[in-house]
């Protein structure tokens, strides 16, 4: 489950944008993300609301992965997740 920053979240993970993982599940958690997580971009697209970051994951074909940049204790790091198919 994911959710948009509110602009305390921001200043206290400072950064301007992203979303936060709230829970993973499936194919994300098995990826290694994570609760408290914060994916900043889908594939190079940047993403702050939850429904540009539906619309790029639906663009995907089913079985193909996807590289979120997460931002996690501070550092910036990609994890590839396979789309479910």
Do not use: C, H, W
Not at 22 to 41: T, Y
Request: overall charge positive; charged content about 25%.
């Amino acid at each position: 489950m994911l959710s948009e920053l509110t602009p305390d979240e921001r200043e206290v993970l400072q950064t301007d944008g992203g979303l936060l993982v709230r829970s993973a599940r499936g194919p994300a958690l098995k990826a290694g993300i994570r609760r408290g997580d914060v994916i900043v971009a889908i594939n190079a697209g940047k993403v702050d609301r939850v429904a540009d970051f539906n619309k790029a994951l639906a663009e995907v074909d089913p079985g193909g992965t996807v590289a979120l940049l997460v931002l996690r204790a501070g550092n910036l790091i990609y994890v590839a997740v396979r789309v479910p198919g």
